[in-house]
């Protein structure tokens, strides 16, 4: 069946530096890649999200890139800080059906 | 505007018992989705409903797991019997249907099983 696998599982960068998630998809049919910031014990809560007519898009210190011919999407957080650290996930739609298929998350640890 | 609203926040069960769960959606939101997420993990769809009518309930453990959303606006899930396994946070989201898979997620807070 179709997936996403999201790397790495934890990330643990120093306060102010950036931080790189990477996931690739399976379904070449896939045009909606969201990603989602879950704070330990919170509800998961949309970021950022691309679609598939867009290479990049950026939101303040948060960016996503897409490489469709690759199959692969990543988040850029850029000048992390402390309210960082949260569990992210990464989603794509299926092409087939309406819904999304999840990564497994990437625990992000900012050191101070 | 009140989010996604679940209830109970927290059930501890003894295995073999039926438990239940409850999710009201942001007004107006035609989607319904139940997830269950196990720790370390994404969420795992489990039924997705379209209004009141079930649209994709492919991943629900139809054995002992049901789930109803009969007016079209809350929706319950339910197991019966419960277990171990099944301890888990089943989250509860809803979108406004308009964009199909592109719409944006809501979710709520959760609900944490905990089986014994």
């Known amino acids: 069946g179709e997936n996403v696998e999201q790397h790495p599982s934890t990330l643990s960068v120093q306060e102010g530096d950036s931080a790189v998630i990477k996931c690739t998809y399976s379904?070449?049919?896939?045009?909606?890649f969201p990603w989602y910031k879950q704070e330990l014990g919170k509800r998961p809560q949309l970021i950022i999200d691309?679609?598939?007519n867009v290479g990049e898009k950026k939101d303040q210190r948060i960016a996503v890139t897409l490489n469709k011919t690759a199959k692969h999407f990543s988040l850029h957080i850029t000048e992390t800080q402390p309210e960082d650290s949260a569990v992210y996930f990464c989603?794509?739609?299926?092409?087939?059906?309406?819904?999304?298929?999840w990564g497994a998350g990437t625990k992000l640890i900012i050191k101070p | 505007e009140a989010g996604v609203v679940q209830s109970p926040r927290y059930k501890i069960i003894e295995k073999k018992q039926p438990v239940a769960f409850w999710c009201n959606p942001i007004?107006?939101?035609?989607?319904l989705y139940w997830y269950l997420q196990n720790l370390g993990q994404g969420p795992e769809l489990l039924i997705r409903?379209?209004?009141?009518?079930?649209?994709?309930d492919s991943q629900l453990p139809k054995d002992r797991f049901s789930a109803e959303r009969l007016k079209g606006v809350d929706s319950t899930l339910k197991i019966q019997p419960a277990e171990l396994g099944d301890s888990a946070v089943y989250l509860c989201?809803?979108?406004?249907?308009?964009?199909?898979?592109?719409?944006?997620?809501?979710f709520g807070p959760g609900t944490r099983l905990t089986v014994l």
């Open positions: 989201a809803s979108s406004s249907g308009l964009a199909g898979a592109e719409d944006t997620q809501y």
């Open positions: 379904d070449s049919a896939s045009n909606y």
């Open positions: 989603a794509a739609s299926i092409g087939s059906n309406y819904q999304l298929i």
């Open positions: 691309i679609r598939s």
């Open positions: 007004s107006g939101h035609n989607t």
């Open positions: 409903y379209e209004n009141e009518e079930a649209v994709d």
